[in-house]
C-alpha cells in the first residue's frame, strides 16, 4: 500500500512532486510581488511613516535644559520641587549660566525656558550676563540682589519639571492643561483656554462643509450618474476644472469676487435686489463658500464612482410594486450609495481640518483652524515642539473620529 501511495504522487517534468512545485511557483509569485510593490513602500516609509515619528520624537524632546544646566539639573536630584532651592543649586546654576554664556548657548536655554513663562528669556540673559562677573558666593544672594524673580517659586518649578529629557510641556499646553503649586495636572480657567476652542472651530467647520459638500454634490452626482455615458463625461469635464486650477488662484478667485467692492455685490446692486454691500468676506459666510467650492469635486468624485454602478432596475421594481418616488429612493437607492457617501464624506473632512490656505487668505480672526497655529509655531516662534504636539493632537482626533464613523456605518449594514 505504501509503494502504491509513492507511486501515486504526481511530479513535474523534473521530477519535482507537483505539491512542492506549486508551493514554490506561488512563493516565487509572492516574491515577485512584493519586489514590485517595495519601491512604494520605501517611498511610505521615508516620506510618510518616518516624519510622523519624527513629529512624535519632537513632540516630547526636552533636551536644551538638560543639555545646557547638567550641574544645576545634578544638584536639583535631591530637591522636591517646591519652594526656592538652596545655595548649591545657586552655585550650580552659576556655573552653568557662566558656561553658557562663554559658549554663546544662553539664547538657546531662554528661547526654550521663555516658552513656559513669559519674561524667562530676559531673566536668564541678564542672568547670564552678570554671572560670568561673580567671582565666588554666596550666590543666592547675588542673583537676588541682581533680580527679585529668583525668589519667586514659579521660575525654579519650571526648571525641576524640565530636569528630564522629555516632557510633556507641549501636549499639556496644546490640552490647555497646567501644573499647579503641588505638580498636579488641572485645567486652565475658561477664559485662559486657547487650543480646545481651536481644535472645537476646526472640527465644526470642517463637519459643516462635509455636509454642505455632501448636499450640494449629492445631487450632482445622483444626475451624472443617470446621463449617457457620453453626456456624463462632458458634464464631469466641469467637475474636474477646479483639479486643474491652483488653489492659491481659486482662493484670490473668491477673495475678488466676495470682497465688499467685489463682483457679486456690485452684481446684485445692478439687479436691484439689495440696497447696500454685504460682507462676504473675512468671515465664516466667505470661508464657507470658498472651501466648499474647493473640496466640493472630492465628494462628487466617490458618490458617482458608486452611483453610476447601481442598477436602475431595482427603483423601477420598487415603484411598480406601489412605492412612491420618495420612498422608492430612500429605501432602495440611497442605501445602495452609503459607501460613496461614506467614501466623499471621510476624503472632504480630512481635507478640511488640515486646511491653511484659504481659511488664511478668505477667513477672519476668528475663523483661524489649527492649521494656522501650526504653521505660526513652525515660521515665526520656531517652536517645533508645541507644532508637532499640536499636529498629533489634530492627527489623532481625525483618526478617532474616522475609526467611530467607520464602526457606526458597519453597524447600520449589520
Not at 178 to 188: D, F, V, Y
Not at 226 to 245: C, E
Not at 367 to 382: G, P, R, V
Request: glycine fraction near 6%; hydrophobic fraction near 50%.
Amino acid at each position: 500500500m505504501s509503494g502504491e501511495a509513492k507511486s501515486a504522487v504526481i511530479k513535474s517534468a523534473d521530477g519535482t512532486p507537483l505539491p512542492v512545485k506549486m508551493r514554490r511557483a506561488r512563493r516565487n509569485k509572492e516574491l515577485e510581488a512584493f519586489g514590485l510593490m517595495l519601491p512604494l513602500l520605501a517611498f511610505m516609509a521615508a516620506f510618510f511613516v518616518f516624519p510622523i515619528c519624527m513629529m512624535l520624537v519632537r513632540s516630547v524632546e526636552n533636551k536644551e535644559v538638560v543639555t545646557l544646566l547638567p550641574q544645576t539639573m545634578a544638584a536639583m536630584s535631591d530637591w522636591n520641587g517646591s519652594g526656592v532651592p538652596g545655595e548649591p543649586v545657586f552655585a550650580a546654576l552659576a556655573v552653568d549660566l557662566r558656561n553658557d554664556y562663554r559658549n554663546k548657548t544662553a539664547q538657546h536655554l531662554a528661547v526654550r525656558l521663555n516658552f513656559e513663562i513669559a519674561d524667562f528669556r530676559t531673566l536668564i540673559l541678564k542672568t547670564s550676563r552678570a554671572v560670568d562677573r561673580m567671582i565666588s558666593g554666596p550666590y543666592r544672594e547675588q542673583f537676588e540682589q541682581l533680580d527679585n524673580r529668583w525668589n519667586d517659586p514659579r521660575y525654579w518649578a519650571v526648571l525641576w519639571q524640565n530636569r528630564s529629557q522629555f516632557t510633556d510641556y507641549y501636549y499639556m499646553t496644546a490640552l490647555d492643561l497646567e501644573r499647579n503649586s503641588k505638580h498636579q495636572l488641572q485645567q486652565k480657567p475658561m477664559d485662559q483656554q486657547i487650543y480646545i476652542p481651536i481644535f472645537m472651530r476646526t472640527i465644526w467647520i470642517s463637519l459643516l462643509v462635509t455636509f454642505l459638500c455632501f448636499v450640494l454634490g449629492y445631487p450632482v452626482a445622483y444626475f451624472l450618474a443617470g446621463q449617457p455615458v457620453g453626456r456624463a463625461s462632458i458634464l464631469m469635464f466641469f467637475v474636474l476644472v477646479p483639479f486643474w486650477t491652483s488653489l492659491l488662484v481659486r482662493t484670490i478667485g473668491w477673495v475678488v469676487l466676495l470682497q465688499e467692492r467685489g463682483v457679486l455685490n456690485d452684481f446684485l446692486l445692478w439687479l436691484g435686489l439689495t440696497s447696500h454691500r454685504y460682507q462676504l468676506i473675512y468671515n465664516r459666510t466667505g470661508l464657507l463658500i470658498a472651501m466648499v467650492h474647493v473640496l466640493l469635486p472630492f465628494m462628487i468624485l466617490p458618490l458617482f464612482s458608486v452611483m453610476r454602478g447601481i442598477d436602475p432596475n431595482y427603483v423601477r421594481a420598487a415603484r411598480s410594486l406601489g412605492a412612491n418616488p420618495l420612498i422608492a429612493f430612500l429605501t432602495v437607492y440611497f442605501p445602495q450609495s452609503i459607501p460613496g457617501v461614506s467614501a466623499g464624506c471621510f476624503l472632504t473632512f480630512i481635507l478640511a481640518v488640515g486646511y491653511y490656505i484659504t481659511p488664511e487668505l478668505v477667513g477672519g480672526p476668528g475663523d483661524q483652524m489649527i492649521s494656522h497655529f501650526i504653521a505660526y509655531y513652525i515660521d515665526f516662534l520656531i517652536n517645533w515642539g508645541q507644532a508637532t504636539a499640536l499636529a498629533t493632537i489634530l492627527l489623532i482626533v481625525v483618526i478617532s473620529l474616522c475609526a467611530l464613523s467607520s464602526r457606526f456605518l458597519r453597524l447600520k449594514e449589520l
